[in-house]
């Protein structure tokens, strides 16, 4: 198989290539404009590419044709319509159009909007991204687009996105210039986006109606082996998920996803896969064809994929890494350090940006990764604490250190790895450590942003992220701009935000309880949970870098506030309404057949004879008779938080009331049923246990 991989690779995207044959010469140069400038298509343009594009589908076998787009809700939406036609006699004729490819119009008033948009204008207009390809998924043709209301506000996570890399661009075109680089022409963020996932079967999946509603569990007892053993991580992997993971990536690389490296990761039935880097958009629209085509596969196998951050107490969630980095159209890495990083005043000048970028907009990086799910990772021990900050390195840091004590950097002999077994090559101790607790770590030529839940959208970390750095170039060219003598003024700005901003730097552990006090020292922000984070949203500086860059409207910045602040509430209620009904239909009732089981069991042998001894029986029982009372308070409690949560009208306050009183509740509610699940006869026990659960595929 392997070696018809290139063949496969893309045979089901209308990338370049299929472009270059199939189009008119004239049009495939519009075309190739159009995708590098970002430049609009005018209609007979499009009509040449739309009816190009719709025979190729149809000669895939495709029927239909949809907008593809990214609602807030965080997944796609599709809207199918046939390519068919009357032809007048009977018969139906396949077409497209320009129009139909540049812009749709769904009715979309049931996606969140945040008060951007009154239902009586509930349209709202998808319009074609054509610096991403069309593609063909389920016999339909894909057309990523944009999603937007009537009067032009962003309703998607593309639109931001697509924005930002204009904004950075721009400014990042400004240092480019001054440096005197007249050959670039455009500068872009890249990503790599490592996804995490468990995978378990499908049929203990359907009985734990926890996993059904939230995708996560809400109950359950630890097993005796989780992940301590450390057995797991980059273990052998076993034959289901290995065919899994085949047919995964061949339908990844039909849809010319670069996916890359699969291994087995730290919990047991986690996995993560690892695609090549690519430009921020397209790694956006893989990122998401790959969550929903590793749901779909996993379907096929009789299995069950897991995009939850935290499906399971008491072992590792699931994470996103976000490898990020600044690549020239002349195929230059502005975060290379190269062999003299201290006398490279690019990488230099795109460095101190980003390291102003990350202290001075802290709280939007944390708001970037905000949600209900992500909550019970960050500051878990497991991922990056709630903390952000910054590792650079021990190399890096001895470069930033001569910056600003002005002594000069005489550089660093490399150190040889000591391997100690003569075979083996020998090889550099990689400069960048790899600090595996850093939020935002320097690996070598770009950095790891390590926050992201594995359920996210990679689109708001990222677009964050490019407009925050786009205002710190922007300020950096501002001054440059002006100065005099620009290797001057360059070297004072460098030194001078080095000396400013090195209070978001650690390169220590980060999961180390004093890193917390040390931060605290520091005036680092230490934003716990989403709810802490959300009023960062609405501040006036964060306001002003994305309106200043048009990458969000004020109007819009608020709807994503409320959005944010709504579906958190949301959240947390479906899974306290699922705890309840579970506790209710499921667990009382299991508890209660034992203990009469139990009770029964007394009463006969006490009929069979007095002197029998009854006291296992009568001390489960009364455990058990005392836990199910505990349990129905604790019930009693969280339906008590959950009606308070009606008395508040300010939806802030009613996401605190949720965060304060109702999580809680729920951590009290599950305490008492675990304890019960432990003593509970497993043939009683209403749903299959954590064990059955991580160890289900074998
Ligand atoms: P690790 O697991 O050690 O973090 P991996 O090799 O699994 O590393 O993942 C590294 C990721 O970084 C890959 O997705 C890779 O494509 C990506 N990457 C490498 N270079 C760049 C770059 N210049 N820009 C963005 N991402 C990059
Ligand atoms: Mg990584």
Same mark, same amino acid.
């Given at each position: 198989m392997e070696n018809k991989v290139p063949e496969l690779f893309g045979s089901m995207v209308f990338h370049e290539h299929v472009m270059k044959e199939r189009l008119p010469k004239s049009t495939y140069k519009t075309m190739c404009k159009v995708m590098q400038e970002g430049k609009r298509l005018d209609k007979e343009v499009a009509d040449i590419v739309a009816n190009a594009m719709k025979d190729w589908a149809v000669e895939k076998g495709a029927t239909h044709f949809t907008h593809w787009f990214q609602p807030m809700t965080g997944i796609t939406a599709e809207k199918h319509d046939s390519f068919i036609a009357p032809a007048g006699d009977g018969q139906v004729i396949m077409e497209f159009s320009g129009k139909e490819l540049i812009q749709g119009e769904p009715d979309a008033s049931s996606f969140p909007n945040g008060g951007l948009r009154a239902t009586f204008e509930a349209r709202g207009y998808t319009a074609w991204d054509p610096t991403s390809f069309a593609f063909i998924k389920d016999d339909t043709l894909c057309i990523p687009t944009a999603?937007?209301?009537?009067?032009?506000?962003?309703?998607?996570?593309?639109?931001?996105?697509?924005?930002?890399?204009?904004?950075?661009?721009?400014?990042?075109?400004?240092?480019?210039?001054?440096?005197?680089?007249?050959?670039?022409?455009?500068?872009?963020?890249?990503?790599?986006?490592?996804?995490?996932?468990?995978?378990?079967?499908?049929?203990?999946?359907?009985?734990?109606?926890?996993?059904?509603?939230?995708?996560r569990t809400l109950y359950g007892a630890k097993p005796p082996k989780g992940q301590e053993l450390d057995d797991h991580y980059f273990g052998a992997i076993k034959p289901r998920v290995k065919a899994f993971m085949y047919d995964l990536n061949q339908e990844l690389w039909k849809l010319g996803i670069l996916s890359k490296t699969e291994h087995n990761e730290v919990a047991p039935a986690q996995h993560e896969l690892a695609p090549v880097f690519t430009t921020v958009n397209i790694a956006c629209d893989h990122n998401q064809v790959t969550m929903e085509l590793m749901k779909k596969v996993a379907d096929k196998h009789g299995l069950v994929c897991l995009l939850h951050e935290k499906p399971f107490d008491g072992v590792n969630g699931s994470g996103k890494h976000n490898n990020w980095s600044i690549s020239t159209d002349k195929g230059a890495n502005l975060l290379e350090p190269g062999d003299s990083p201290a006398e490279n005043t690019r990488f230099l000048l795109f460095l101190v940006a980003l390291i102003k970028a990350v202290d001075e907009y802290q709280d939007m990086l944390r708001l970037s990764v905000a949600s209900a799910g992500n909550d019970h990772r960050l500051g878990a021990n497991e991922a990056p604490p709630a903390i952000v900050s910054m590792f650079v390195g021990e190399d890096l840091q001895a470069v930033l250190d001569s910056i600003e004590s002005g002594v000069e950097y005489a550089g660093k002999d490399r150190e040889m790895m000591k391997v100690g077994v003569h075979v083996l090559p020998r090889?550099?101790?990689?400069?960048?450590d790899r600090n595996r607790t850093s939020p935002f770590a320097f690996t070598g030529n770009k950095f790891e942003f390590r926050m992201l839940g594995s359920a996210v959208s990679i689109a708001c970390p990222n677009f964050i992220l490019n407009t925050i750095v786009a205002e710190e170039l922007a300020l950096l060219a501002d001054e440059l701009e002006t100065a005099e003598d620009f290797t001057t003024a360059a070297n004072e700005l460098i030194r001078k935000t080095v000396i400013e901003h090195k209070r978001i730097i650690f390169n220590g552990n980060n999961y180390a309880d004093e890193w917390v006090e040390e931060a605290e020292k520091r005036g680092l922000l230490n934003l716990k949970t989403t709810v802490d984070v959300m009023p960062y949203y609405l501040k006036e500086k964060n306001i002003a870098t994305f309106t200043k860059h048009r990458v969000l409207t004020k109007e819009e910045i608020h709807s994503r506030y409320e959005i944010l602040v709504e579906n958190y509430i949301k959240v947390i209620h479906i899974e306290a309404l699922t705890m309840l009904e579970l506790a209710k239909k499921s667990i009382l009732p299991a508890v209660s057949a034992y203990a009469k089981e139990l009770a029964e069991t007394i009463t006969l042998k006490k009929q069979i004879s007095t002197a029998i001894n009854?006291?296992?029986?009568?001390?489960?029982?009364?455990?058990?008779?005392? &836990?199910? +009372?505990?349990?129905?308070?604790?019930?009693?409690?969280? #339906?008590?938080?959950?009606? /308070?949560?009606?008395? @508040?009208?300010?939806?802030?306050?009613?996401?605190?009331?949720?965060?304060?009183?109702?999580?809680?509740? &729920?951590? +009290?509610?599950?305490?008492?049923?675990?304890?019960?699940? #432990?003593?509970?006869?497993? /043939?009683?026990?209403? @749903?299959?246990?954590?064990?059955?659960?991580?160890?289900?595929?074998?």
């Open positions: 999603f937007y209301s009537y009067g032009g506000q962003a309703l998607d996570k593309k639109t931001p996105l697509l924005r930002s890399m204009e904004a950075f661009n721009k400014q990042a075109m400004r240092i480019i210039r001054l440096l005197g680089d007249t050959e670039t022409s455009r500068v872009n963020t890249t990503v790599g986006s490592e996804q995490e996932y468990f995978l378990i079967e499908k049929d203990v999946y359907l009985k734990r109606k926890d996993l059904v509603y939230c995708g090889f550099f101790k990689d400069t960048t009854c006291k296992s029986e009568e001390g489960l029982l009364i455990a058990l008779s005392d &836990m199910c +009372a505990d349990f129905v308070d604790k019930q009693k409690a969280l #339906e008590d938080a959950l009606s /308070k949560a009606k008395n @508040f009208e300010n939806e802030q306050i009613v996401a605190e009331h949720y965060k304060d009183d109702v999580i809680p509740a &729920m951590v +009290a509610l599950r305490a008492v049923a675990d304890a019960m699940e #432990e003593q509970v006869s497993e /043939k009683y026990w209403p @749903f299959p246990t954590y064990g059955e659960l991580l160890f289900s595929v074998l």
